[in-house]
């Protein structure tokens, strides 16, 4: 009887706002994995014995910036962007634009996860704590040793 009452109490919530969470937890998980392979189509490194020729990092056999490399920059710098841009300002929108929303049962099942650690007010600070990963991130990739 007890599994019942809340399985009813669940089921007030709709399948799309479970969706919407469950995409925005996804992505919010995958950040620093996409960053850091992101990221990694800029590194490039000198073999010993080459000077003045780089390479990139993950694959030798690619001349950085050369036919071949540049385009495959070109869309990672766009896609890096817009990820460096648009995550930050979806958090700021659910977070700060939509602060008359953060009770809303509905609301707190798509983006609980986000808010659930800070105290009230102060929910805006997801967007330093993301930008503190973007950093972290770069500079795993790019600082050797």
Avoid at 65 to 70: F, R, S
Avoid at 115 to 134: A, D, M, P, Q, Y
Wanted: glycine content about 10%.
């Amino acid at each position: 009887m007890g599994y019942l009452r809340c399985r009813k109490k669940q089921d007030d919530i709709p399948i799309g706002s479970r969706l919407v969470g469950s995409l925005v937890f996804a992505l919010y998980w995958l950040f620093p994995t996409i960053l850091t392979n992101l990221f990694g189509a800029f590194r490039c490194t000198e073999p010993l014995g080459e000077e003045g020729k780089r390479y990139l990092w993950s694959d030798l056999s690619v001349a950085c910036y050369e036919k071949g490399h540049e385009g495959g920059a070109i869309i990672s710098g766009i896609l890096l962007a817009g990820y460096l841009i648009l995550a930050p300002l979806g958090i700021i929108y659910i977070t700060h634009w939509n602060r008359d929303k953060l009770h809303d049962k509905t609301y707190r099942t798509m983006f609980g996860f986000l808010i659930n650690g800070f105290s009230e007010g102060h929910e805006w600070w997801e967007v330093v704590v993301t930008l503190r990963k973007v950093c972290i991130t770069a500079l795993l990739v790019f600082v050797e040793d």
